[in-house]
């Protein structure tokens, strides 16, 4: 089946420091990615989506330079916090979906994200 | 516009009794509906989905769900839980034909009693 990887599943760092986050989709090639954010006990919140080529999609609330996303390929797609604080500590998902037809989307195991 | 309720935030079945995790939706479009399945510091596994075929969805682990128009559902059942069923479960709604941006529920948490 679809395989979706995240990386890291676990960061702790000290305030001010920026941390990425790699969404990797294994076997099969994605156009979009998404990225949410789950806070504990929680449903998930999209932050933004990101697009092969080009500039990501942000949800309204969400703050585009302080979450960088990149998708430079068609299996790869980063998320950088940036100056990281520790109200951003939280459980960050990324998605992907299949190129062509209504297929549903493919989640990592998510990264768990600490800021201390 | 679309929208997920999940009627209930925690559902305690004992195991071997039946799984009920109620859904509810609302949507502009006709709508792909998903159940996701997340254990604790995991990410969601697809569970089943609809798209417009038949009503009744057969998924893994023995779940399925419901497609009812009439009454925009579309529960999720069991009919005997295993102790490996205790999750988090999560209804998730797609209008289909637009940018196909997934909508989530709050989420039920299910408890399987031994």
């Not at chain 1, 092969?52 to 942000?58: M, Q």
């Not at chain 2, 009794?17 to 792909?32: A, D, G, I």
Request: glycine letters at 6%.
């Amino acid at each position: 089946g679809a395989v979706v990887s995240q990386h890291p599943s676990r960061v702790i760092c000290k305030s001010g420091t920026s941390v990425k986050i790699e969404c990797r989709s294994l076997d099969f090639q994605a156009t979009t990615m998404f990225w949410y954010r789950q806070f504990p006990k929680q449903s998930l919140m999209l932050m933004a989506t990101s697009n092969e080529g080009s500039k990501a999609t942000y949800e309204q609330g969400v703050e585009k330079d302080k979450f960088l996303i990149n998708h430079a390929s068609l299996t790869l797609s980063t998320l950088t916090v940036t100056s990281a604080h520790p109200e951003d500590s939280s459980f960050y998902i990324c998605s992907a979906r299949p190129v062509g037809g209504n297929q549903p989307q493919h989640f990592g195991d998510g990264t768990r994200l600490s800021i201390l | 516009a679309q929208s997920v309720t999940q009627l209930d935030s925690h559902v305690s079945v004992s195991e071997g009794t039946p799984v009920l995790l109620r859904c509810n939706y609302s949507s502009s479009y006709s709508p792909s509906l998903f159940w996701y399945v997340q254990h604790p510091n995991k990410g969601l596994q697809l569970l089943l989905k609809y798209t417009s075929a038949a009503t009744l969805v057969k998924g893994i682990n023995g779940f399925e769900a419901e497609f009812k128009k009439s009454e925009t559902s579309f529960h999720l059942t069991k009919p005997s839980a295993h102790m490996s069923d205790a999750a988090e479960y999560f209804c998730v709604v797609s209008a289909q034909g637009t940018a196909r941006q997934l909508t989530f529920g709050s989420g039920t948490q299910l408890t399987v009693l031994p």
